[in-house]
Nanobody
């Protein structure tokens, strides 16, 4: 069982940056693919970024290319999402997710564990 706790959300203006963190429980963090998803009001949850257990491979959504980056610190059981040049359309609840095994996938059903989410609001 893996428990995930997100932090770092907030209200910012367009063009600003935020860094989200997701702290995971458990002793096998490095064996999990970690991902970030987001869900805006009235919309389905969508994939943002994923990172392999070693951190050597990533997968991202086209909408965040060049603006967001993902990283992980396996010694701290934490994965990060650095968000730069934020836009109002990035406004959403951001969720951290985990799946055992290292293949990078973007489907919500592929992930076994989820955090409770952190709100990101970008004003224009």
């Amino acid at each position: 069982q893996v428990q995930l706790v997100e932090s770092g959300g907030g209200l910012v203006q367009a063009g600003a940056s935020l860094r989200l963190s997701c702290a995971a429980s458990g002793r096998t963090f490095s064996s999990y693919t970690m991902a970030w998803f987001r869900q805006a009001p009235g919309k389905e949850r969508e994939f943002v970024f994923a990172i392999s257990g070693s951190g050597g491979a990533t997968l991202y959504a086209a909408s965040v290319k060049g603006r967001f980056t993902i990283s992980r610190d396996n010694a701290k059981n934490t994965v990060y999402l650095q968000m730069n040049s934020l836009k109002p359309e990035d406004t959403a609840v951001y969720y951290c997710a985990a799946k055992p095994a290292w293949n990078l996938v973007s489907g919500t059903k592929e992930y076994d564990y989820w955090g409770q989410g952190t709100q990101v609001t970008v004003s224009s």
